[in-house]
């Protein structure tokens, strides 16, 4: 019974080049978000996706940023021209009901992706 | 807008004892969920205990529970007993009951001495 999955665990990029981070949700799951921790915070929201549709990208930036959740396979993050300050954990979560979360509240997350640009 | 506030950047406890990490919030809201996460060196974000602020009970699992107090807009995490596994950085977090996302504190580093 595999939770969520996130690869890769470890990705280093140069300045301008592209970083796709993929999400695949626990089984039964069809609901994506992702948040973004900075070195010595904590987590921070950015996007929450359904199959095929963007519910809330309140808390992407404006440009480089772009996430989607296809109808087949995993979600993608996608940043654009990386610059040194996208140097972050990358974590993903999943729930299974339309309101997002589960009866409790809760969220299930990966173990994130850790960006590095150099 | 709604906010978490861990005043504790560090804790550390002596093995075996109990500490407390403490957590405020601000919110508009009459019903929200509470909870907190364990972020041990892996970096997995682990659900610890979780609180339905409708709830008067306080929750409790195991040697891991929460003192509640949604007047003064607080959520403190006692661990008892408190083990060399539990150091982690911790992070106290607030959702809406009918929203979408989750908004966690800065977090508190523990640390646990032998």
């Known amino acids: 019974n595999a939770g969520v999955m996130q690869n890769p665990r470890h990705l280093v990029r140069r300045r301008g080049q592209e970083a796709r981070l993929r999400c695949s949700p626990m089984k039964g799951h069809s609901h994506v978000y992702w948040y973004r921790q900075l070195p010595e915070e904590g987590l921070k929201f950015m996007v929450y996706?359904?199959?095929?549709?963007?519910?809330?990208e309140s808390g992407m930036p404006k440009e480089r940023f772009s996430a989607e959740f296809p109808k087949e396979g995993p979600s993608i993050l996608r940043i654009q021209q990386v610059v040194r300050g996208d140097s972050a954990a990358y974590f993903c979560?999943?729930?299974?009901?339309?309101?997002?979360?589960?009866?409790?509240?809760?969220?299930?997350f990966g173990e994130g992706s850790r960006l590095t640009v150099l | 807008a709604q906010t978490v506030t861990q005043s504790q950047p560090e804790m550390s406890v002596q093995e075996a004892e109990t500490v407390t990490l403490s957590c405020t919030y601000d919110?508009?809201?009459?019903?929200?969920?509470l909870f907190w996460y364990k972020q041990p060196p892996s970096r997995q974000m682990i659900l610890v205990i979780r609180q339905e602020a409708y709830k008067q009970q306080n929750a409790t699992e195991n040697r891991f529970s929460v003192n509640f107090q949604k007047a003064a807009k607080s959520f403190s995490l006692k661990i008892s007993d408190s083990q060399l596994g539990d150091a982690a950085m911790y992070f106290c977090?607030?959702?809406?009951?009918?929203?979408?996302?989750?908004?966690f504190g800065e977090g508190t580093q523990l640390t646990v001495n032998p």
């Open positions: 919110t508009s809201e009459s019903d929200y969920y």
């Open positions: 977090a607030y959702k809406e009951t009918s929203g979408s996302r989750l908004t």
């Open positions: 996706l359904q199959k095929e549709n963007i519910i809330d």
């Open positions: 979560a999943s729930s299974p009901l339309s309101d997002g979360y589960t009866l409790t509240g809760e969220l299930f």
